[in-house]
Every structure is written in structure tokens, then in C-alpha cells.
């Protein structure tokens, strides 16, 4: 357990983008890496990147009008899905794009596939959210309206930090503050060193 060897793994920055302080939730010169459908056809996710670093949308799980608590949730749901899509297609393809499918692995396909060429060429702003899951806070991309074009100049962006945002931060923060109570044992491993 004490030991290092060339078996010890060096402790490494993140791979992924992080929230850490307010200024990060507003993320310059990202590109996108891949639009994926899940392989069971379910969900889709966007995975970017900076610097070397990666960032991803939560699974974006697509509606079920048979599972839906009611029509105006279900529809509510398919307007979320296909303004991310919108969001994400238009980047690419510009304002007066269009792409029609019969469902929604197909209209993954096809955004994708016509987005892709330019995935490595097109910088964009992309808005970051905290998400809490059993007392974790993850650090995803937004999914409302998450990317901009790099050419809108950062006084013009409409990607905004907001009082949700700024909590969730605060309680990100007050977590990870948190300390664990000091061992009442101390000094049984000193002399291991």
C-alpha cells in the first residue's frame, strides 16, 4: 500500500471541464467532437471539447408519448429535444437549415452526418450547467440553447450565468468545503513513512 513503483499512476489533471467558479460556465473556443446515438436507439449526447479537455451534455433521453404523464408533457419534452437539436444543427448549417426524419435515431443521423464536416472548423461559446445527483455536482452542457457562434462577439452573447447557475455554484462549493472529522488514531501510520 506504501509503495511507489512504475506501476503508480502520476495524479493528472481532469479530462473534463469543470465548474469551479462563476467564469466558467460561459466556455470559448469549444468544437464538437461527435453527436452520438446511444446504441439502443434511446438517447443522444453531444461530447465537445477544449484544450484537450472534454464536455457533455446529459443524455438527452428522446420523449415517449406512451410514458408521458400527459400530451402537453409529452409535447413539452419534444420541443426541449428538437430546439437542442436546432440549437446544435444551426451552428453548422446556419439559420435556414432544414432536415426532416420519420424519428428521432434518424434525425440524429442526419443532423449529424451533415454537421460533421465542420465540427473541427467551427469554434463556438457553449453554456455549462451544474447538475446535482446524490450529493455530486456535475459540471454538463447546458440544455437550453448551449452553443454560439465564436464571431458573436462576447458583449452580444446571449449565453448567460443565472441565479440558478450562481446556487448551484455556491452549493458546489460549500460541498466539496466539507472536511472529514480528523482520525482519533493519528500517529498509528506515521512511522510507516
Request: glycine fraction near 4%; aromatic fraction near 10%.
Amino acid at each position: 500500500m506504501f509503495k511507489i513503483d512504475s506501476g503508480v499512476k502520476e495524479t493528472a489533471p481532469s479530462k473534463y471541464v469543470t465548474v469551479e467558479k462563476e467564469e466558467d460556465f460561459v466556455q470559448e473556443n469549444v468544437y464538437i467532437k461527435s453527436l452520438e446515438l446511444s446504441d439502443d436507439g434511446r438517447y443522444y449526447s453531444i461530447t465537445a471539447e477544449k484544450n484537450g479537455q472534454d464536455m457533455q451534455t446529459q443524455r438527452q433521453y428522446f420523449p415517449d408519448r406512451a410514458s408521458s404523464q400527459s400530451d402537453d408533457t409529452y409535447q413539452k419534452a419534444v420541443s426541449i429535444k428538437r430546439g437542442l437539436l436546432a440549437n446544435f444543427m444551426r451552428k453548422f448549417l446556419g439559420e435556414d437549415a432544414v432536415i426532416a426524419a420519420s424519428g428521432w435515431a434518424e434525425f440524429v443521423k442526419k443532423i449529424d452526418e451533415a454537421c460533421k464536416p465542420h465540427y473541427k472548423t467551427t469554434p463556438l461559446r457553449a453554456k455549462m450547467e451544474l447538475v446535482e445527483n446524490k450529493g455530486k455536482y456535475y459540471t454538463n452542457i447546458s440544455t437550453f440553447g448551449p452553443f454560439e457562434l465564436m464571431t458573436v462577439p462576447a458583449s452580444e452573447s446571449t449565453l448567460k450565468i443565472t441565479a440558478k447557475d450562481r446556487q448551484m455554484l455556491r452549493n458546489k462549493l460549500k460541498e466539496e468545503s466539507i472536511v472529514p472529522d480528523t482520525d482519533s488514531n493519528s500517529g498509528k501510520d506515521d512511522d510507516v513513512f
